[in-house]
């Protein structure tokens, strides 16, 4: 790439906790290299100024109100690429639960009168917004995924999702199961690419990056059942029972946007 | 001098979240200064509802990228609480010193990439004259060093993995232990190299009392335990944190103010350093010193001076730890007790690198979050800001309105405002 070439990039926050960000600049040296191919057009969270257009678009967080969906149009038409930095922004995280209860009602408890002019709309994930160019999953991103992503968008490549569940990772990298603890883990349901950071540290999966395609969610309270368990494993579940309505509250975590089909959750 | 001056800043940059500044003068007189939090409600305190006690905690380090260890903390010490989950000592140590892992992380970023960009007048880190490639070398190195005591305490530092209810899922071996302690001794070094940065700095010339508050613990400088405590209404129990605390909602702006007797108050760095300095450790105490940094200090464009005092007392700290955490008795104890959920109340409270934080749940006999009720730093210091402002101004009312508006930029920055998080307090007494 020529010097004269360097792609304009640009950082944007919605409604979340800008964790993203921060582990992006947890990349350090990598990110002063990666950055030193580009010319940075606008990053509120660590520069002041903000030029458009841009070339690439990293956009993280959750819309939730009327001025973050103008915001993000306005991102979109400004931009070439655009980039879906995290959960939040890629397939939605936590701010969607709030979908499941009466928004306005919540408010009102919270502020009282002052509630009535507050503009809050659905929370939706960039992604159920506009049309995104690339996806980076993991709350928070994925670095390497972070990276690969950045490299090809820098020689015009397309990004490739893994689609293996977590399992195939925490085998990777010779962590116990946590079955074997008797603890439930929805490994087996998503998306690997995050090295099972939370299982090499004892901790369960939580399904932070989503489903795999096809995610098999009927089998999963056979798999769990505490029969099953005992006999694959040793072990014996504890805490709630684990039928399928439970295994759904718990992939809702992350998963709770139910305009995204699954599909939809691949490949962008 | 009787000119009419309005001073708008959207969307504040440097700072987590997004936040407005106005300031408006009319006929040379102050009539309004504010900065409104413009962030939509997340309402983490509803949807926490309804989860077990092991997802609460999970996602209330989703409130904030960085202050993820508070959060997270401050979730698993209410759960303690409400279930009497008494930890044991290696427990206790691991927790502190990822906290310090933590406050290191963030006083860095705040020091080195939000308001150093101001002290050498350019838009951002990446915009320094090519002399101070090197302060951004050793701040990413001091950087480093904090988010590696975090990886060792606690996988990583956004968002931790296996801190638990009832201690750590994993065990860090006396080696790794070890190896950390390596790269911290590095870091103190590199810290020391950069104060001269600081002492160069003139901090704008501006007073005003208030009333300090923080954790005070008689065993060391609070972060992750302690009473709470006020410069001007002494000890307080934190169960009580409601009864002190009121809050109040404010036009415009989605964050609530708080006030302690009705008069606003001050959290974070500067508030512990002016209630804890004996805790102080002596590096700690000459890095204020050389920066003219002395306790009791009354001047908030400072707060950054007490971040950089405790880096410097986090990373000694933070060595302390590490050598308790090697020793045979310590080591030996296992990393985690039994938990039994019981239906219960039970408050959290810790300093976040920008204040007293507080988490407060109530839970059903299975461990089930019932109700949810957070009180976030920024939100108790909106106040406080305020009324900086409110005396800042007339100070410097005869300069033009760009000056004027960068000193305002300033002062908000100083605070450290961190808005993301966006929790905000439901009252429903």
């Not at chain 2, 006030?259 to 350093?273: E, H, K, P, Q, T």
């Not at chain 2, 004027?404 to 998080?421: F, K, M, N, V």
Request: proline fraction near 5%; include cysteine; charge should be negative.
């Amino acid at each position: 790439m020529r010097r004269s070439e360097k792609k304009r990039i640009a950082f944007f926050d919605f409604a979340c906790c800008e964790g993203c960000q921060l582990a992006v600049l947890e990349l350090e040296e990598t990110l002063l290299d990666l950055l030193s191919h580009t010319d940075i057009a606008a990053w509120r969270e660590v520069m002041t100024g903000d030029e458009p257009p841009y070339d690439v678009a990293f956009c993280e967080g959750s819309i939730c109100t009327r001025a973050d969906e103008e915001r993000l149009l306005r991102v979109r038409r400004d931009a070439k690429i655009l980039v879906a930095l995290g959960t939040c922004a890629a397939i939605g995280c936590h701010n969607n639960l709030r979908n499941r209860i009466d928004t306005r009602e919540a408010l009102e408890k919270v502020y009282g009168k002052a509630a009535r002019g507050m503009d809050v709309t659905e929370a939706r994930p960039v992604s159920a917004v506009v049309d995104t160019d690339y996806r980076i999953l993991g709350c928070p991103v994925s670095l390497p995924e972070f990276i690969a992503v950045f490299k090809a968008i820098l020689t015009d490549q397309p990004y490739r999702l893994p689609n293996e569940p977590v399992c195939v990772e925490c085998k990777l990298t010779d962590t116990l199961c946590v079955y074997e603890k008797g603890r439930v883990c929805l490994g087996p349901l998503t998306r690997c690419g995050c090295g099972a950071i939370c299982t090499r540290f004892g901790d369960v999966c939580h399904g932070c990056r989503g489903l795999v395609d096809e995610a098999n969610l009927a089998a999963m309270p056979r798999v769990f059942s505490r029969e099953h368990l005992h006999a694959i494993m040793g072990a014996v579940a504890s805490g709630q029972p684990l039928d399928e309505e439970r295994i759904r509250q718990m992939i809702a975590l992350y998963n709770n946007y139910p305009e995204l089909k699954i599909e939809d959750r691949g490949d962008a | 001098m009787h000119k009419n001056k309005r001073i708008e800043v959207k969307h504040l940059t440097r700072v987590e979240g997004h936040g407005n500044l106005t300031a408006i003068i009319r006929d040379g007189r102050l009539k309004e200064a504010r900065f409104d939090i413009d962030e939509a409600p997340r309402l983490f305190e509803v949807f926490l509802c309804g989860h077990d006690y092991n997802q609460v905690v999970h996602m209330a380090s989703r409130i904030c990228g960085i202050c993820a260890v508070s959060h997270r903390c401050a979730a698993i010490k209410a759960s303690e609480a409400a279930f009497g989950v008494l930890v044991s000592e290696r427990i206790r140590l691991l927790r502190r010193l990822a906290f310090h892992g933590e406050v290191i992380s963030s006083h860095v970023l705040h020091l080195f990439f939000l308001v150093a960009p101001d002290m050498f007048g350019v838009p951002s880190v990446f915009h320094l004259p090519p002399e101070h490639k090197d302060t951004v070398r050793k701040a990413m190195r001091l950087k480093r060093a904090a988010l590696e005591i975090c990886r060792t305490t606690a996988g990583r530092h956004i968002h931790p993995v296996g801190m638990e209810v009832g201690g750590f899922s994993f065990n860090p071996l006396p080696r790794t232990l070890a190896e950390l302690r390596g790269a911290v001794e590095g870091a103190v070094e590199d810290l020391q190299a950069l104060v001269p940065i600081f002492r160069r700095h003139s901090w704008p010339d501006f007073q005003r009392k208030t009333a300090y508050v923080s954790l005070k613990s008689p065993k060391s400088y609070a972060f992750y335990e302690g009473e709470l405590y006020s410069s001007r209404h002494g000890s307080m129990p934190v169960e009580d944190y409601r009864r002190t605390i009121s809050e109040y909602t404010v036009p415009g702006s989605t964050a609530k103010h708080a006030v302690i007797d009705g008069a606003s108050y001050m959290v974070g760095a500067l508030a512990r350093f002016n209630n804890n300095y004996e805790q102080l450790s002596n590096a700690a105490r000459r890095v204020a010193d050389e920066i003219g940094l002395s306790a009791p200090c009354t001047n908030p464009f400072m707060i950054p001076a007490a971040q950089l005092a405790e880096t410097a007392h986090c990373l000694d700290e933070s060595l302390h730890l590490i050598d308790r955490l090697i020793e045979p008795e310590i080591s030996r104890q296992d990393p985690s007790v039994p938990v039994h959920p019981v239906k219960a109340n039970g408050v959290g409270a810790v300093e976040a690198p920008r204040g007293t934080l507080f988490h407060d749940y109530t839970f059903d006999e299975r461990g089930t979050c019932t109700e949810a009720n957070l009180v976030i730093p920024t939100a108790q210091n909106l106040a406080s800001l305020h009324a900086d402002m409110q005396a800042f101004i007339p100070q410097v009312i005869e300069e033009p309105e760009e000056v004027l508006g960068h000193r305002l930029e300033i002062l908000t920055r100083a605070y450290d405002p961190c808005i993301s998080c966006s929790t905000h307090v439901i009252r429903l007494d």
